[in-house]
């Protein structure tokens, strides 16, 4: 197994998808999280007129918004990458090779889950390091705190991670489940730029709750990332959640259940076929 | 050796394998033949646990292709010159091959250097011909010094200086007591390379021997002029010959008998000849005429 998986890895850093889209990524994340904290700056003047207090409290809310950024907007990147490690085979039609290599189909399946662990630790912390790197930099220039000596802003830093993780082992769930490359880059991208958030505006704009929705994948990512400081976001008058996330570990099992159903219904629907 | 065993696959209506049996020997080179759409590579990709078999099996000394510890080093296989991610060089790919093949890396320039790719080893399989494709395939085949070798069309995309150069390793392979099976749909091809022929046509067994007895199926064509072709055509009558017109009005085919028996029976009937002259007819047409009306319209 060990070498089905070094295989895999020697596949993924053999060509120059990994390293364009981790660059993507990284600048992606450290743009929306620098722009986030010139919007804090700018929020400080505005509406805190300057008042220190004010700032010192705005501060505190802030760091978990800032810090998961990647997380929350650049998780799309590590999906493609996971789904592109399995549709690029089939485009490319290495997967002849991959299957001569290991014909016992689900154990070459559980390679490529198992290796995109690792990979999605390598996007994951490369793209935190870069809100907390732009994000908490920015910060740190305008004055404010960065908040880094607090162990919460670790485990924000730590949680944004894992997401990443668990994204990229969703993106090789849907990559099985939907092997043509280009039919699932825009299903990726329609559903989590357009579908889902549209789905998640609908109890804003009726001010009905919807508990199911926090089961919907962005959802449940951002429950892992953000946590509860985005339900905050959403409280009413009365203090009344109406986007309801998850907590963490359910999010967690959430996130991964979608990426092993996918998974597993792919491994029939396509890996076990025919390859002619 | 390799074991094909009433082997059958359809798609759909289609019949593409059809009830093939044959077996493939150790020490020798053996063509798998026949015209465009006979069934050559889905019996390969059946062999090789790709494609689902209907019924039958295909066994590798006695074993399943999913059954070999390491397959890779006990069946090298290259199905076709695609299969290569267009940006990874020649050298990468093989790379991400070793690991599975359980190699170490230095055996990948040495397959390189033998199949004449050292010079692009480091390149991009993007900017590679047809042949370096072909080339790089082989390569990947040998990695892991495999017993048996699976080669659908190697010949495609080389020079004949490239074939020549294959027919010489693939001599050495077999002398080596490797079994090789080399697929083509033309004999011409393969015919200086193998000793054995396995020609299939609609996915059915048409024929299975040494290249010499295929030789021995070849109907002798004999040209004929006579001086009067009346009294050929009492003589052919006569002996039982099939005499058949040619675009000369003034000379026949005999097909049959050979120059020398029908030069002696033409000389005990008195009958005049201006011409006797052997057809040299190229096991090409034997195979041909075995595979005729075979070619699929598909
Ligand atoms: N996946 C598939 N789906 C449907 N039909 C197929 C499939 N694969 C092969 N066939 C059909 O099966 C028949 C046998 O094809 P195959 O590729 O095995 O022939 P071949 O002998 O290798 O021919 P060639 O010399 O052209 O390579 C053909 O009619 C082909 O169209
Ligand atoms: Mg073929």
Not at chain 1, 101 to 130: C, D, M
Not at chain 1, 168 to 189: R, W, Y
Not at chain 2, 26 to 48: D, E, Q, S, Y
Not at chain 2, 197 to 223: F, N, Y
Request: glycine fraction near 10%.
């Amino acid at each position: 197994m060990i070498a089905v998986i070094t295989a895999e890895f020697r596949k993924f850093f053999t060509t120059r998808m990994w390293w364009v889209m981790l660059l993507i990524t990284v600048g992606y994340s450290g743009l929306m999280a620098a722009g986030f904290a010139l919007l804090f700056d700018f929020a400080v003047d505005e509406m805190m007129a300057g008042s220190p207090d004010g700032a010192a409290v705005l501060n505190e809310v802030l760091y978990p918004l800032i810090y998961p950024m990647g997380a929350m907007t650049g998780f799309i990147f590590p999906v493609l990458v996971g789904a592109m490690s399995v549709t690029g085979e089939f485009r490319h039609q290495t997967i002849t090779g991959t299957f001569l290599a290991e014909p016992r189909r689900w154990r070459s399946l559980t390679a490529k889950l198992i290796a995109s662990l690792p990979l999605g630790l390598i996007y994951g912390a490369a793209t935190t390091l870069a809100c907390v790197g732009c994000g908490g930099g920015l910060m740190k220039l305008l004055g404010y705190s960065a908040g880094l000596d607090k162990a919460d802003t670790w485990e924000v830093i730590g949680r944004s991670v894992w997401t990443l993780v668990l994204w990229t082992v969703v993106g090789v769930g849907f990559g099985l489940l939907l092997k043509n490359q280009v039919a699932s880059i825009v299903v990726v991208l329609a559903f989590t730029q357009l579908v889902e958030p549209l789905l998640q505006m609908i109890p804003l704009l009726t001010g009905v709750a919807m508990p199911f929705l926090s089961y919907l994948p962005m959802a449940a990512g951002n429950a892992v990332a953000g946590g509860n400081a985005l339900s905050a976001l959403g409280d009413d008058s009365g203090g009344n959640s109406i986007i309801v996330l998850l907590s963490a570990p359910v999010g967690s099992a959430v996130l991964l259940a979608y990426g092993l159903v996918f998974a597993a219904i792919g491994y029939f629907v396509n890996w076990r076929r025919d390859v002619s | 050796m390799i074991q094909v065993s009433h082997l059958s696959k359809k798609f759909g209506t289609l019949t593409a394998v059809d009830d093939l049996t044959f077996e493939v020997q150790p020490g020798r080179v053996t063509g798998f033949l026949g015209p465009n759409g006979a069934g050559k590579t889905t019996t390969l990709r059946i062999g090789l646990d790709l494609v689902r078999a209907d019924s039958g099996t295909v066994t590798f000394d006695g074993r399943h292709y999913h059954q070999l510890p390491k397959p890779m080093s006990h069946v090298g296989a290259a199905l076709e010159a695609t299969g290569f991610h267009p940006g990874r060089s020649a050298r990468d790919h093989l790379l991400t091959m070793a690991p599975q093949a359980g190699v170490p890396d230095q055996r990948c320039d040495e397959v390189l250097e033998l199949v004449g790719l050292k010079e692009a080893a480091r390149k991009r399989v993007k900017g590679f011909s047809m042949g370096m494709r072909g080339r790089l395939s082989l390569a990947a085949t040998l990695l892991a010094d495999p017993q048996i070798l699976l080669l659908d069309e190697p010949t495609n995309g080389l020079d004949p200086e490239g074939i020549a150069w294959m027919r010489g390793l693939l001599r050495h392979l077999a002398d080596e007591g490797r079994t090789i099976l080399i697929s083509s749909h033309l004999l011409s091809e393969v015919q200086q390379t193998v000793d054995d022929v396995i020609i299939i046509g609609h996915g059915r067994l048409l024929h299975a021997s040494p290249l010499a007895d295929l030789a021995r199926l070849t109907r002798q064509r004999t040209w004929v002029t006579p001086i009067d072709p009346k009294a050929l055509l009492d003589l052919a009558r006569q002996m039982n010959w099939t005499l058949e017109r040619t675009p000369d009005p003034s000379t026949a085919q005999i097909v049959g008998p050979t120059p020398a028996e029908i030069g002696h029976a033409c000389f005990a009937a008195g009958v005049e000849l201006r011409q006797l002259a052997p057809q040299s007819q190229g096991l090409e047409d034997t195979f041909l005429a075995l595979t005729h009306g075979q070619e699929a319209i598909r």
